[in-house]
């Protein structure tokens, strides 16, 4: 549709300096008119496409938005803490005030905690592999975690599986 699209705007162009110059036919005049038609269709087609295109991607962005929230309210439900939102502080249940940066929220707060919670469709591939060695390879009576870290250490990460993080920390209350 582009080359067809590139070829009609050529098209008219020769077409409009021909009648610039009072030289068009009258062939051509009909010419131009199927031309400007055809290259009006292509418009409205393309226009109508991206239209689709963006309520496809906002029912996306809506369905995402919907799944951190799912998973900061779940978060803050297992660990006793508080859904942050937009709040300039927080009153957790302990009746202690914590103060919030509004240009920057974590998601849930609890005592010792700040969450970021990020709930996808699919977890990397290689986090399961990490885990689930972890897993297999730890002796029973203790926990397994995983580390993830940079080729120069910069930073590490260490990572539990959610039912081992609340029974060190969490408030096991939330099912």
Known sequence: ME???????????????R???KEL???????????LIEYNEILTQ???DKAQEKAEKSREMKQRRGRGRYGEQRLAKKVGGIVVGRSKAVKLPSGKYIK????RPCDVVTEIFSFESKWRKNV????DKLMAQAQRNCPSGLTPVGVIGDREARVVY?????????????????G
């Open 19 to 21: 009648e610039l110059f």
């Open 25 to 35: 036919t009258l062939e051509e005049r009909e010419e131009k008119e199927k031309v």
């Open 46 to 48: 393309e226009a109508r």
């Open 124 to 127: 990397p591939k290689f986090l």
């Open 158 to 174: 260490y990572i539990m599986t959610e039912n081992d993080f609340l029974s060190w920390h969490g408030n096991n209350k939330g």
């Open 3 to 17: 080359e067809r699209k590139e070829f009609l705007i050529r098209r008219l162009d020769k077409l409009i300096n």
């Open 100 to 103: 919030i940066d509004c240009q």
